[in-house]
């Protein structure tokens, strides 16, 4: 059987790894968390209530000024108490109405592992 470092998300089945695909490095693993912890809603997950920043909420609010800076002092605050394996270089967020109501989010982060830096993109629609 195959080793990893946890369960590639979505669950995929595997004949290589076991019953499912694994995350093998830290960093397919520190992408995988980023992402998790962006789309969990707070009370999704079991026994952790305030974990999650909750992106899909701000995609049906009203875009006000200051929501993207609410966005990324959660985004950051959730990393710190959840990941605090990544160091977030930036964050920015930008709302989009091109294509209806979009989120979109950009995430250059470290790993103290890794030799170089890493860049998460999220494109968050309301459909």
């Given at each position: 059987m195959a080793s990893g470092l946890s369960v590639f998300l979505p669950l995929t089945f595997s004949e290589k790894d076991g019953p499912y695909f694994l995350n093998k490095t830290i960093k397919e693993l520190a992408k995988q968390n980023l992402k998790m912890v962006i789309l969990t809603n707070p009370g999704e997950r079991m026994m952790n209530p305030e974990f999650g920043v909750g992106i899909?909420?701000?995609?049906?609010?009203?875009?006000?000024?200051?929501?993207?800076?609410?966005?990324?002092?959660?985004?950051?605050?959730?990393?710190?108490?959840h990941i605090p394996y990544v160091?977030?270089?930036?964050?920015?967020?930008?709302?989009?109405?091109?294509?209806?109501?979009?989120?979109?989010?950009?995430i250059e982060y470290s790993i103290p592992t890794e030799q170089k830096k890493q860049i998460l993109n999220l494109m968050l629609n309301n459909t």
């Open positions: 899909s909420r701000f995609i049906f609010e009203n875009k006000e000024s200051g929501f993207e800076s609410d966005i990324i002092g959660k985004i950051n605050s959730q990393v710190s108490k160091n977030l270089i930036s964050v920015d967020v930008r709302d989009s109405t091109e294509f209806g109501d979009q989120i979109m989010i950009t």
